[in-house]
């Protein structure tokens, strides 16, 4: 459906803030925005978006982003909710590369993980939105394995910002830039359908 490469994709939309998505258009696409966790009503800040992206020499999606985080940041109470990342997806095979390996030494790990016990970026039990590092510590990753993983995200991750909750029902303490799918609470009909993601060929996430 993308017949050329985009210099970058803003996703106004929830729960698409995935690692999946990602690495799905690391071949069209070289940074993309999103958001981990839902979007509220007014999504991206409208009124500075075309300056960042129209006014200037070079587009500068990022600053959509920054905009955006700002615009929910200042509010308060259930308003104060957002989380948002910049991606360069031309670096993500080292993350993908230090995911296999983790994965494989830790397959056990990942089967008996207490689904309470990782960062959520979801609400009312759409319980398929878990933080990447949040999953990959308490799967037992080693600190070694810990820095490693946090050496490729730094490679990839341009930018993440979130909020200390998500509409007074989430707290969040760890943020990698990316949501992960968790098959310790998915189902078999959506494993089945995660080996078909590309992210999964290069992991090994589900067998």
């Known amino acids: 459906a993308i017949p050329m490469e985009l210099d970058y994709i803003l996703f106004d939309a929830c729960l698409m803030g995935g690692i999946e998505v990602a690495y799905e258009l690391r071949e069209k696409c070289r940074k993309v925005g999103f958001s981990q966790a839902e979007v509220l009503a007014e999504g991206l800040d409208y009124k500075t978006l075309t300056q960042h992206l129209l006014l200037k020499e070079e587009p500068d999606p990022m600053g959509v982003c920054r905009d955006y985080f700002t615009q929910y940041d200042i509010q308060s109470g259930i308003y104060r909710s957002a989380t948002i990342s910049m991606i360069d997806c031309h670096n993500l095979e080292p993350l993908a ?71 007074n029902e989430f707290k969040i303490d760890i943020f990698s830039g990316f949501s992960m799918y968790l098959p310790r609470n998915g189902s078999n009909e959506l494993d089945k359908f995660y080996r078909t993601l590309q992210w999964n060929q290069a992991t090994g996430l589900v067998p």
């Open 97 to 167: 590369e230090v995911c296999k390996d983790i994965f494989a030494a830790h397959s056990e790990g990942l089967t008996s993980i207490e689904p309470s016990a990782v960062q959520r970026f979801y609400r009312s039990n759409k319980h398929w939105f878990y933080d990447l590092e949040s999953i990959v510590r308490e799967a037992g990753a080693t600190e070694e394995e810990i820095a490693r993983l946090q050496d490729a995200l730094d490679g990839c991750v341009l930018y993440k910002e979130h909020t200390p909750e998500f509409m």
